[in-house]
């Protein structure tokens, strides 16, 4: 029997490079399921902006066979599982703090 996915809780870093004008981030990623267990993942830094580290960490999230989107958006998703989701990203942070 599969687990129950209770909440995914997504916090995200960003970095500007001021030299090149771009914007990259890194995201620590915890799936808490009904039973109270926790798994965790690190999603990598890698370019995007503004709420992409949400987007590409439910893109880990699939590719680890925690979810299958079915090609929904991530809080369609959630809402549609009653799942929690919770986010946040700390802005303006060093490179090599992502």
């Known amino acids: 029997m599969k687990k ?3 909440a995914i809780v997504i916090h995200g870093k960003k970095w500007f490079d001021k030299v090149n004008g771009n914007t990259y ?18 999603n990598p830094f890698q370019y995007g902006y503004d709420d992409h580290y949400i987007y590409t960490s439910f ?19 959630c809402r549609d599982n009653n799942i929690v989701l919770s986010y946040s990203c700390a802005e303006n942070c060093r ?3 992502l």
């Open 25 to 42: 981030h890194s995201s620590n990623i915890k799936v808490i399921y009904n039973d109270k267990s926790v798994k965790e993942f690190y």
């Open 4 to 6: 129950e996915i209770f």
């Open 95 to 97: 490179k090599k703090d």
């Open 59 to 77: 893109q880990l999230l699939e590719k680890e066979k925690i979810l299958n989107l079915n090609n929904k958006i991530h809080w369609r998703y």
